[in-house]
């Protein structure tokens, strides 16, 4: 196989740089985005434009943080059982972190309707934070 020196990888050839999209199916995307920016103004984006879209709340950021940094958590974690050079002393400390996660996690909960999806969300991470705590402190991994 002979690779041409003068092609340029990553390049994709057939339009012209500036020549304008074929009007198939109404208004390109980049001209939608243009007519959202001047009616919002320079550097603001605001979610309420987007129809079906609530404001979501403050217990609603906390949830969905501590939920993110709890499956980070339990992804580091995974990935450290996983790591044959690494002792369960090694991993001691990050089960620490998970426990406080937990407890995190469960308060961040409590604060959120009963029929809201995140809840059910937060309680899987809860179950599975929980289960890991246990299976860990019961000895489960040793041996």
């Known amino acids: 196989m002979k690779i041409d020196p003068n092609m340029l990888i990553g390049t994709v050839t057939g339009k012209r740089p500036g020549a304008a999209a074929p009007a198939a199916g109404g208004p390109a995307f980049e001209d939608i985005l243009k007519d959202v920016q001047?009616?919002?103004?320079?550097?603001?984006?605001?979610?309420?434009?987007?129809?079906g879209l609530d404001q979501p709340s403050?217990?609603?950021?906390?949830?969905?943080?501590v939920s993110e940094q709890a499956l980070d958590k339990l992804d580091a974690y995974a990935q450290a059982?996983?790591?044959?050079?690494?002792?369960?002393?090694?991993?001691?400390?990050?089960?620490?972190?998970?426990?406080?996660?937990?407890?995190?996690?469960a308060q961040a909960r409590s604060f959120l309707s009963d029929n809201d999806?995140?809840?059910?969300?937060?309680?899987?991470?809860?179950s599975a934070l929980n289960g890991e705590?246990?299976?860990?402190?019961?000895?489960?991994?040793?041996?």
Do not use: T, W, Y
Request: proline residues 9%; charged residues 25%; aromatic residues 2%.
């Open 38 to 51: 001047k009616a919002e103004g320079p550097g603001v984006h605001c979610l309420q434009s987007i129809p």
């Open 58 to 65: 403050p217990q609603k950021f906390n949830a969905l943080s």
């Open 81 to 105: 059982l996983a790591d044959p050079k690494c002792s369960l002393k090694d991993i001691a400390p990050m089960v620490d972190e998970m426990s406080s996660l937990c407890s995190a996690v």
């Open 117 to 126: 999806p995140l809840k059910g969300i937060m309680d899987d991470v809860e």
């Open 133 to 143: 705590l246990m299976r860990f402190r019961r000895g489960d991994l040793i041996g």
